[in-house]
């Protein structure tokens, strides 16, 4: 059974960090780019940060380079996204996101999401 769970959300003060968990179970984590998007109340889901399936390669969205770290630990099963000076406009749930690209098609794994409040 395919899972990402998110975890680390939670209210921050503007200026303040959080670390993002995303722990993926029921597939090779390893064959997979992981990405980062988020979704704001009456807001289209927008890509934060992406990793390719070894680490070398990232982008990030322009609001939030050179604030936001996206990394991976594959012998947990882990990625993460490390955010930092955090302003009210990154207030969203954030989601994890699996994808593979074979013959068929893309394949795309989500997890449920986590909120990340930032507000004084």
């Known amino acids: 059974q395919v899972q990402l769970v998110e975890s680390g959300g939670g209210l921050v003060q503007p200026g303040g960090s959080l670390r993002l968990s995303c722990a993926a179970s029921?597939?090779?984590?390893?064959?997979?780019?992981m990405r980062w998007y988020r979704q704001a109340p009456g807001k289209e889901r927008e890509l934060v940060a992406g990793?390719?399936?070894?680490?070398?390669?990232?982008n990030y969205a322009d609001s939030v380079k050179d604030r936001f770290t996206i990394s991976r630990d594959n012998a947990k099963n882990t990625v993460y996204l490390q955010m930092n000076s955090l302003k009210p406009d990154d207030t969203a749930v954030y989601l994890c996101?699996?994808?593979?690209?074979?013959?068929?098609?893309?394949?795309?794994?989500w997890g449920q999401g986590t909120q990340v409040t930032v507000s004084s």
């Open positions: 996101n699996a994808r593979r690209s074979d013959w068929r098609g893309p394949i795309d794994y």
């Open positions: 029921g597939f090779t984590f390893s064959s997979y780019a």
């Open positions: 990793i390719g399936s070894f680490g070398s390669n990232t």
